[in-house]
C-alpha cells in the first residue's frame, strides 16, 4: 500500500534557525514529489516539484532532497522567519494521472 | 493577479439542490484538476481534464459531473446534493499533460450542505 508519513506533526523554532522537514513513503517508483505549504483558509501553495530523476531541487531559502532507494525527502528551511509560519504538505504521485497522496502535514510555527 | 481562482469560495446549500463550482486558470496550463479534502485533511482526486478532455474520472457518484468549456475553465457541477458532500473542493491546473509539471491550486471552496 502506497503511503506518505509526516514527522513531526507539528514544529515551533526561534527565529532565524535552519530546520528540517521529514517525508517518507513507501514503494520507491515514485514518479514525482512535490511540497506544498497551506496558509489557514487559504489554498496550497507550490513550493517545489521534484521529478523521479532528480535528487534535489532549490528555491530560495529552500532545499529539497529526494532518495528514492531510503523512500525519504526532506526539506530543508533556511535562516527560517515568522512569515514561514504554516503547514507543509508533501505529496507523492506513483504514476502520470497525478492521483497524489497527501502526508498529514508539518504545522509549522516560527517564533519572533 | 490570480492564477488559479475558484468560485465560490463558500457556499452553503440545502441538501437536494444542484450547485455550481467554477474554476478558470490564467496559467495557460493544459490540465486541469479537482480534488475534494477529505476529513483527514488529504487531498483526493477526483477529476482531470486535458485541453477539455477527460482523462481522470476517479469513483465518484455520477451527480458529480465537471464540464470543461475551454482548456482555462474546468467547472463542477454537483447534482441532488447529499450531506456526505459537505468538504472543501480544490482546483488545480498544471503544465503539460497529466501528471506532469507543477501543479498550482486555487485557494478552495467550502461546501456546506444542510
Known amino acids: 500500500k502506497q503511503e506518505v508519513t509526516q514527522i513531526p506533526a507539528a514544529l515551533s523554532v526561534p527565529e532565524g534557525e535552519n530546520l528540517v522537514l521529514n517525508c517518507s513513503f513507501t514503494d520507491s517508483a515514485i514518479y514525482n514529489l512535490q511540497w506544498f505549504r497551506q496558509d489557514p483558509g487559504k489554498g496550497l501553495t507550490s513550493l517545489l516539484l521534484i521529478q523521479s530523476s532528480q535528487r534535489e531541487q532549490t528555491s530560495g531559502r529552500l532545499n529539497a532532497s529526494l532518495d528514492k532507494s531510503s523512500g525519504r525527502s526532506t526539506l530543508y528551511i533556511a535562516a527560517s522567519q515568522p512569515g514561514d509560519s504554516a503547514t507543509y504538505l508533501c505529496a507523492v504521485s506513483w504514476d502520470s494521472n497525478y492521483q497524489l497522496i497527501w502526508g498529514a502535514g508539518t504545522k509549522l510555527i516560527i517564533k519572533p | 493577479d490570480t492564477a488559479v481562482s475558484q468560485t465560490p469560495k463558500y457556499l452553503v446549500t440545502q441538501m437536494g439542490n444542484d450547485k455550481s463550482i467554477k474554476c478558470e486558470q490564467n496559467l495557460g496550463h493544459d490540465t486541469m484538476y479537482w480534488y475534494k479534502q477529505d476529513s483527514k485533511k488529504f487531498l483526493k482526486i477526483m477529476f482531470s481534464?486535458?485541453?477539455?478532455?477527460?482523462?481522470i474520472n476517479e469513483t465518484v457518484p455520477n451527480r458529480f459531473s465537471p464540464k470543461s468549456p475551454d482548456k482555462a475553465h474546468l467547472n463542477l457541477h454537483i447534482n441532488s446534493l447529499e450531506l456526505g458532500d459537505s468538504a472543501v473542493y480544490f482546483c488545480?491546473?498544471?503544465?503539460?499533460?497529466?501528471?506532469?509539471?507543477?501543479?498550482?491550486f486555487g485557494e478552495g471552496s467550502r461546501l456546506t450542505v444542510l
Open positions: 488545480a491546473s498544471a503544465a503539460g499533460g497529466p501528471g506532469t509539471g507543477e501543479l498550482f
Open positions: 481534464y486535458n485541453n477539455k478532455e477527460l482523462i
